[in-house]
């Protein structure tokens, strides 16, 4: 996996940490594939990886489903972005994990994209009468 990786970047080591540290948002797109692929395949570092970055979704879910006081509700959790979309390992340890937090959740992906929602709210924005309240 460590070959992999380094032969996606054109840098030294001691340059793709500098880049990690200094640009993850340019960095980390491209090595999750590689990451994830592996733990597929059951390599145990990779596995090691996402069960960690699982922990840590968990753990951000978890303090606003607790601020929310969602903790015994029957809900849907959804889930979007290229993490979820790209790696069956890392989905299946956040859901275990999350039902560990929230027995009763459903968890799935988003019904429609993210731009789809904002669209259809604007929409119903602009074409639905405003009503004050004249209290």
């Keep these: 996996m ?3 990786i380094h032969g996606s970047f054109k840098w030294k080591l001691d340059e793709f ?3 990690a ?3 993850p948002g340019a960095v980390f797109p491209k090595i999750f594939p590689v990451v994830a692929s592996a733990a597929e395949s059951g390599d145990i570092a990779a596995r090691t990886l996402l069960t ?3 922990q840590d979704l ?3 879910a978890r303090e606003v489903i607790e601020k929310l006081e969602l903790r015994e509700s029957n809900f849907f959790l959804a ?3 290229g993490v979820f979309d790209g790696s ?3 989905n299946a ?3 275990n994990l999350i039902r560990e937090v929230t027995p009763k959740v459903r968890i799935g992906p988003l019904p429609r994209s993210v731009a789809e929602a904002a669209a259809q709210l604007a929409r119903e924005a602009l074409t639905t009468p405003l009503v004050l309240d004249e209290s």
């Design 2 to 4: 460590g070959a992999k």
């Design 17 to 19: 940490f500098d880049q």
């Design 21 to 23: 540290r200094g640009q």
């Design 52 to 54: 960690s970055a699982a």
């Design 58 to 60: 968990r753990n951000q």
């Design 79 to 81: 889930k979007t972005g």
């Design 88 to 90: 069956a390992f890392l």
């Design 93 to 95: 340890q956040f859901d």
